[in-house]
């Protein structure tokens, strides 16, 4: 198999399991963007036809706490989920696959304002200006991570850390956000439940030009910018997991770009 220009052996599992009634595939993923946008949007197909209505969804039998949520949310609780463990083949009598709702990186406007109506909350006054760190993160790195804190925290940004909040902290916290600046990373997903009034600026490397997040915040209708820095080393053969640091001086300046737009 060729992807991503690096050719992939795959081991087809010899474990198998039969799902005899109709079903239909959801999937599950690690990241917390592509569970979105990839997986959970694509629900929104089924409303649209008859035939799905009631049926169970297949998914990953390890499903990550913020999955298992917005599932719950989604009206898709566990009674109604089929897990399939790792290493398995499932072996389906009757089977629908919904098509993917994103087109390289570009979600779908439909499905994204199906989310927000779903998940989102809507907040007090949006005030709060979030820089969204990395600091635990293995992979794409801020290097400099300290010295750009320092740099947004004379602007009035706060500090947060994702990894230990559950999702409804995370959506009840980006409700709030009036600007979020981060590294380009999964925790910027959740622009999707920030007002539409709010404004982006992502952060990356030059060796990475993917816009999965500043797209995302354009569907919505907020304003998005995006600062590229230099590489630190070349950590492995994929240039989207390498390290990078952020010039202050031209964040200073896109924070002044930022901050003014209307």
């Not at 109709?22 to 993923?29: D, E, F, K, N, Y």
């Amino acid at each position: 198999v060729q992807t991503c220009a690096l050719p992939i052996l795959v081991r087809i599992p010899r474990a198998r399991m039969q799902v005899e009634q109709p079903a239909v595939l959801v999937g599950s993923t690690g990241n917390y963007y592509h569970w979105f946008l990839d997986h959970a949007a694509r629900l929104m197909l089924l409303e649209d036809e008859p035939a799905c209505a009631g049926l169970p969804i297949i998914v990953g039998s390890e499903l990550a706490s913020y999955e298992r949520d917005t599932l719950d949310r989604l009206g898709y609780p566990a009674e109604k989920r089929i897990g399939v463990p790792r290493e398995t083949v499932c072996e389906c009598r009757d089977l629908w696959i919904p098509s993917l709702v994103t087109q390289r990186t570009i979600p779908h406007p439909r499905a994204v304002s199906w989310l927000r109506e779903r998940l989102a909350r809507p907040g007090s006054q949006p005030t709060r200006r979030l820089f969204v760190s990395r600091a635990d993160a293995s992979w794409r790195r801020i290097m400099n991570e300290e010295e750009v804190e320092a740099v947004l925290l004379r602007h009035g940004f706060e500090k947060v850390v994702l990894g230990g909040m559950t999702l409804d902290q995370q959506i009840d916290l980006f409700a709030q956000a009036q600007v979020v600046v981060g590294g380009h990373g999964a925790g910027l997903a959740n622009v999707l439940f920030a007002p539409a009034s709010a404004r982006l600026l992502e952060l990356s490397s030059h060796s990475y030009p993917a816009e999965f997040f500043s797209a995302l915040a354009r569907t919505i209708g907020q304003t998005a910018r995006r600062l590229n820095g230099p590489i630190v080393g070349a950590q492995s053969r994929m240039p989207h997991l390498w390290d990078f640091t952020i010039e202050t001086r031209e964040l200073e300046d896109s924070l002044k770009d930022l901050l003014g737009a209307a």
